[in-house]
């Protein structure tokens, strides 16, 4: 098992006061020393990703962009939800570099499971930016693993309380990403996509699961769906498993309004991995998306680690 852990990965953040601020990072890391989990993982260090490795999911006139508004730190990359800040575009590459080190470490038999707390940025479309997420990592882990790895199907799973559209609209049409995703009703909540009819399209028809919830799902609705999930994934016997576990599902969150405990997360967390030690690779990678009440994040996060080890 190894995290990545490290001062510059904490720099992906909006500001002190903004919801997606600097000192999410900070806020893992103490209730991971304080559990002793420093001690019991490899701690792995990000990197900068390459601009290749940003057009693996993105179009270049959007790379070029971020890099444009880096330089001046001024104006907003989307509609008005996440600012330019100077020196943006290497701070949203590191976190890409963060989740690539960590694939490569799962690829490579270093270790069978990896958690980056500061990733995860499942709202990036393929040509914008939206929600906080500048460049989605998750997407370009997908596109570079199976590239590089040859792998043919990886599976995406999405348990923040935002429905994770820049992964489902990147990979719509492309039947090798099993995608399964529980978030709060689009009717509640941004960013408004995600219903039970969207199944993917084309050859992909059937390979994408939107599972919405209603405002004020608890533990036990979770409890209800998971098998859900569980039984997509094993129809297609994914090679690799991404699990996108952004802690805003967890009750008081600021800005959603589901109730999940980290009980969930903890458990969504071992499930997936005795799936994959089933499967027989043992591969998952945990990203910790959103969550914007520093406790929850510190608490849903830390029970992922602790049901990864
Ligand atoms: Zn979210």
Not at 166 to 178: L, M, P, T
Not at 242 to 253: K, M
Request: charged share 25%; net charge negative.
């Amino acid at each position: 098992m190894a995290v990545v852990v490290s001062e510059r990965l904490a720099r992906y953040g909006f500001g002190d006061g903004h919801p997606f601020g600097p000192d999410r990072h900070a806020a893992f890391v103490r209730e991971f020393e304080s559990r002793g989990l420093g001690k019991r993982v490899q701690i792995l260090e990000p990197r900068v990703a390459s601009y290749e490795e940003l057009l693996a999911f993105h179009t270049p006139q959007y790379v070029d962009f971020v890099r444009e508004r880096s330089a001046t730190g001024q104006g907003f990359l989307d509609g008005g939800d996440t600012p330019a800040f100077r020196g943006v575009y290497e701070a949203a590459s590191i976190v890409v570099g963060a989740t690539l080190n960590a694939a490569d470490a799962i690829m490579s038999g270093e270790c069978h499971r990896a958690f980056v707390p500061i990733a995860g940025l499942h709202h990036a479309a393929r040509d914008r930016a939206a929600g906080f997420c500048v460049f989605n990592d998750c997407g370009i882990a997908i596109e570079v693993l199976r590239k590089r790895s040859g792998l043919d199907r990886v599976a995406y799973v999405d348990i923040d309380a935002h429905h994770g559209d820049g992964v489902f609209y990147g990979f719509e049409d492309d039947a090798g990403v099993i995608f399964a995703d529980l978030h709060e009703d689009g009717r509640f909540l941004y960013p408004g996509t995600g219903t039970s009819e969207e199944t993917g399209v084309g050859p992909a028809k059937g390979t994408k699961l939107n599972l919405p919830l209603p405002p004020g799902a608890d533990d036990e609705v979770f409890a209800r769906e998971w098998p859900k999930v569980m039984a997509h994934l094993e129809r297609f016997d994914p090679q690799f498993i991404i699990l996108q576990c952004g802690a805003d599902s967890i009750e008081g969150d600021p800005i959603t309004h589901l109730k999940l405990t980290p009980g969930s997360h903890g458990h969504a967390a071992r499930e997936l991995s005795q799936l994959a030690d089933r499967l027989g690779h043992g591969r998952v990678l945990a990203l910790g998306g959103g969550g914007y009440n520093r406790g929850n994040l510190a608490q849903a996060w830390n029970a992922v680690v602790e049901n990864l080890l």
